[in-house]
């Protein structure tokens, strides 16, 4: 690997060129430039990243399984989109479909742990989401996960649905999706989302973020996690997910 800035704040800065220019460009990097010192520095190149981009207006969150530690990635409004969307062609271009919240008043910085009820309270509206996985490397499974966190946590594009006219009555673990392409449907299953119930990915997300200036606020969007395997989507096609309880949303990707 090269060497690169051996300063923390010339590493961080370098590595967010690197990752915009590569996505900018449409060029992907082969190898990681460098290795990241640690989870803090993959943070923290994450959300200077971010920031380079606008305001933060959202989150994803998500967990390898229902015992696992979450994991947070920070949206800025570039990103996120009204359903149906057109959207442009993307390199990588794996789409999931998700279970997303907008919230309707802050849950500002505190000492106390925000419960389960004070944060579903807070929730405005519950939507469909298709999320789309983007990324500034080739062989994006195969990169390090310090990696993938600096990466903007491999989010390229938010897509939501018309919001549902109340939460959903089944657990939100157990909803039933169901994902199309061009008409066909691709997956058709009840729950599907590794980490569970995303109701404790919300709550988690909301107490990670308590003690920062970064907490969650309204009008935030947080999509929280996967509820289908991804999907790579090709040029042209219509992309359809549809949650019971939920309704439907649709992106349709550019040539």
Request: zero cysteines; charged letters at 15%; hydrophobic letters at 45%.
């Given at each position: 690997m090269t060497t690169l800035p051996t300063d923390r704040a010339g590493r961080i800065a370098e590595a967010v060129r690197l990752l915009a220019?590569?996505?900018g460009e449409g060029r992907r990097l082969a190898t990681p430039p460098f290795e990241i010192a640690d989870d803090e520095e993959a943070t923290a190149i994450h959300f200077a990243a971010v920031e380079a981009l606008g305001p933060i207006r959202g989150w994803k969150v998500g967990?390898?399984?229902?015992?696992?530690?979450?994991?947070?990635?920070?949206?800025?409004?570039?990103?996120?989109?009204?359903?149906?969307?057109?959207?442009?062609?993307?390199?990588?271009?794996?789409?999931e479909g998700e279970i997303a919240v907008q919230l309707g008043r802050d849950l500002p910085a505190r000492?106390?742990?925000?419960?389960?009820?004070?944060?579903?309270?807070?929730?405005?509206?519950?939507?469909?989401?298709i999320e789309v996985l983007e990324s500034a490397f080739d062989g994006w499974r195969g990169q390090p996960k310090p990696w993938k966190v600096a990466d903007r946590q491999s989010h390229g594009a938010l897509v939501?649905?018309?919001?549902?006219?109340?939460?959903?009555?089944?657990?939100?673990?157990?909803?039933?999706?169901r994902l199309?392409?061009?008409?066909?449907?691709?997956?058709?299953?009840?729950?599907?989302?590794?980490?569970?119930?995303?109701?404790?990915?919300?709550?988690?997300l909301a107490n990670h973020l308590r003690g920062t200036d970064r907490f969650l606020?309204?009008?935030?969007?947080?999509?929280?996690?996967?509820?289908?395997p991804f999907l790579q989507a090709k040029p042209g096609q219509r992309v359809r997910v549809e949650f019971a309880e939920l309704g439907s949303v649709e992106a349709t990707f550019g040539g």
């Open positions: 220019d590569a996505r967990a390898a399984s229902p015992e696992a530690t979450p994991a947070a990635g920070a949206l800025t409004a570039d990103t996120l989109f009204d359903g149906p969307a057109a959207l442009p062609a993307y390199a990588l271009g794996a789409v000492d106390e742990p925000y419960a389960t009820d004070e944060v579903l309270a807070a929730v405005a509206s519950w939507r469909p989401a939501l649905g018309a919001p549902a006219p109340a939460a959903p009555a089944t657990p939100l673990g157990a909803l039933p999706v199309s392409v061009d008409g066909e449907i691709v997956f058709d299953h009840e729950g599907g989302n590794t980490a569970g119930d995303p109701t404790r990915l919300l709550v988690w606020k309204a009008g935030d969007v947080v999509t929280t996690g996967s509820a289908t």
